[in-house]
C-alpha cells in the first residue's frame, strides 16, 4: 500500500472528490473502488463515495432509450451536486457523464446549464491524478512486464494516454511492453458486444493475440468493461496472461486478490483454525 504520492507544484487546496465507483466495480470488481480512495486520498484528496449515487445512464443512452437515461442523469446531477471533483476509474462512465449527460437536457436550459457545470468537475481516475493534481510518481511496486489497453472512451473522450503510461514507469519492478496496437479496440463496447456478439469475440481475440505478443504477463487497461472481455475471451483461449485495473497495480493492490478471472484460492480444510 502506498503511503504517499509525490507531485509536481500540487494545488495548495486539498478538494473534496465524490467517487463515481460504477456499476461494473461495484458488482464485479470492488478492490478497483478501494484502489482508486486509496490513490486519491494519497494525492491530497478528501474523497467520498455518495450512497446515492446510480448507473451513469450509458447502457439506456446507447439503447436509445433517453427517458431512463435522463431519470438516471437528474439522480447523478443530485446525488453528486457540491463536490469540486468527481473522479471514475473508468473512461467509459467519465466520458457519458462530462460528454453526452449535458445532450438529456437540450431542451431544458435551466437543467442543461446545471448539467454543463457538473460535467466540467468530472475526470476519469488517472487522468486527474496526472492532470489535475500534478502527480507523477506513486510508491507501489509489481514484479513483472506490462501491457496497456487504451480504452476506446478513456482514450477518444477523456484523453487518457500518456498519463497511465507516466505513472506505470515509477512503479518499482514494472516494465512496459507496447502492443503494436495498444489504440485498438477490444470488442467489448457495452451493448456493442451483445448486438454483434461474433464481431466482438474476433476483436477480443485480435486483441488477446496482441498482448501475448508484446511478452507481457499481464495487461492492464483503464475500464474494468473492456477488462473482464479480455480476461474472459483470454481464458476460453487459454492464454497465460493475467488481467487487472492498471488503479490496482498503481495502488500496491496486487497481492489482495487474483487477477480479474482468475479463480479465487479456496483454503483447505483446516486451514486458518488455531
Known amino acids: 500500500m502506498p503511503d504517499s504520492l509525490s507531485a ?40 467520498e463515495v455518495p450512497r446515492a449515487q446510480t448507473c ?8 436509445g432509450d433517453r427517458a431512463t437515461a435522463r431519470d438516471l442523469a437528474r439522480r447523478i446531477l443530485d446525488a453528486l451536486a457540491g463536490y469540486d471533483y468527481v473522479v471514475a476509474p473508468s473512461g467509459s462512465c467519465a466520458g457519458m457523464l462530462r460528454h453526452h449527460l449535458p445532450h438529456l437536457f437540450d ?24 492532470d ?32 497511465a503510461r507516466t505513472l506505470l514507469a515509477s512503479v518499482d519492478g514494472l516494465t512496459l511492453k507496447e502492443m503494436n496496437e ?31 505478443s508484446s511478452g507481457a504477463d499481464t495487461l492492464l487497461a483503464g475500464d474494468l468493461g473492456c477488462l473482464l472481455n479480455i480476461a474472459g475471451r483470454a481464458a476460453r483461449e487459454g492464454r497465460d496472461i493475467r488481467v487487472r485495473h492498471v488503479a490496482e497495480v498503481l495502488a500496491g493492490m496486487t497481492e489482495e486478490l487474483p487477477p480479474i478471472g482468475a479463480p479465487t484460492r479456496v483454503a483447505k480444510p483446516g486451514e486458518g483454525r488455531k
Open 107 to 130: 431542451d431544458d436550459p435551466n437543467t442543461r446549464a446545471k448539467a454543463d457545470a457538473f460535467a466540467a468537475r468530472v475526470h476519469e481516475l488517472v487522468s486527474f491524478l496526472v
Open 8 to 47: 509536481q507544484s500540487p494545488p495548495l487546496k486539498s478538494p473534496r472528490v465524490a467517487l463515481f465507483v460504477t456499476c461494473l466495480v461495484d458488482l464485479h470488481r470492488p478492490s478497483v473502488g478501494f484502489a482508486a480512495l486509496r490513490l486519491l486520498e494519497a494525492a491530497g484528496c478528501r474523497v
Open 56 to 63: 451513469c445512464g450509458q447502457p439506456a443512452y446507447n439503447s
Open 132 to 163: 489535475v493534481r500534478g502527480v507523477t510518481h506513486v510508491e507501489a511496486r509489481y514484479e513483472g512486464n506490462v501491457t496497456y489497453h487504451d480504452s476506446c472512451s478513456g482514450l477518444r473522450e477523456m484523453g487518457v494516454k500518456a498519463q
Open 182 to 212: 495498444p489504440e485498438t479496440c477490444c470488442g467489448f463496447g457495452g451493448t456493442f458486444s451483445v448486438k454483434y456478439p461474433e464481431i466482438s469475440v474476433r476483436m477480443a481475440s485480435d486483441k488477446t493475440r496482441d498482448a501475448a
